[in-house]
Each structure stands twice: as structure tokens, then as C-alpha cells.
């Protein structure tokens, strides 16, 4: 079992930065590919960016390709979402989320970080 504690959210100029954190309890983080999604009020929760467990392979969203960095730190149980060029539109609850492979199926949930992106 791994539990999940986002943080890092807040409320950043368009073009701005920001960087989210994952942090995960339970002794077997290292072996679970992480994905951060993102979901605006009244739409679906909508993939972000994953990476493997070992931190070998990334997978990004087209809408953040160039913007967004994921990581890992199996050392410390975290991952980050580094959110560089921040747009309005960026606007949502970030969630992260652990999974079985790269696709998933993500099966554990943090409880979401508030993301604001002021035009």
C-alpha cells in the first residue's frame, strides 16, 4: 500500500513557475510508475505526465511538452511536477497518483494541490 500528500499548489503569474510535490508513504514506492493528472470543475481528470519507476522513461501530455518536467527521488519517496510557462489555462487541481506501469491503470490518489494561474 502507498499513500499520497501533494503539496506545493498555489497562486502564480502567467509565465510563472512552480514546482509540486508528491510524497509517498510505504515501503514499496520505489516499484510503482507515478502520473500527475490534473481536473477542472465540471471536466475529467486528464493526464498530466508519468514516469517509470526506475525514472528511466517519461511520458508527457502534448499540452505541457517543453513546460513540465516529472521526477523522481526513490530515496526520499517524492516525485515532482517542475511547471514552468504557466498559462491560465493551466488552472486545475494537480493530483498524483501511483500505478502498476507507465499507462497505468493509477490505482492510488493523493488528495490534490490547487493550482491558480493569473492572466
Known amino acids: 500500500q502507498v499513500q499520497l500528500v501533494e503539496s506545493g499548489g498555489g497562486l502564480v503569474q502567467a509565465g510563472g513557475s512552480l514546482r509540486l510535490s508528491c510524497a509517498a508513504s510505504?515501503?514499496?514506492?520505489?516499484?510503482?510508475?507515478m502520473g500527475w493528472f490534473r481536473q477542472v470543475p465540471g471536466k475529467g481528470r486528464e493526464f498530466v505526465a508519468a514516469?517509470?519507476?526506475?525514472?528511466?522513461?517519461?511520458h508527457y501530455a502534448d499540452f505541457v511538452k517543453g513546460r513540465f518536467t516529472i521526477s523522481r527521488d526513490n530515496a526520499k519517496n517524492t516525485v515532482y511536477l517542475q511547471m514552468n510557462g504557466l498559462k491560465p489555462e493551466d488552472t486545475a487541481v494537480y493530483y498524483c497518483?501511483?500505478?502498476?506501469?507507465?499507462?497505468?491503470?493509477?490505482?492510488?490518489w493523493g488528495q490534490g494541490t490547487q493550482v491558480t494561474v493569473s492572466s
Open positions: 497518483a501511483a500505478g502498476l506501469g507507465l499507462g497505468g491503470p493509477y490505482d492510488r
Open positions: 510505504g515501503r514499496t514506492f520505489s516499484s510503482y510508475a
Open positions: 514516469i517509470r519507476w526506475s525514472g528511466s522513461s517519461v
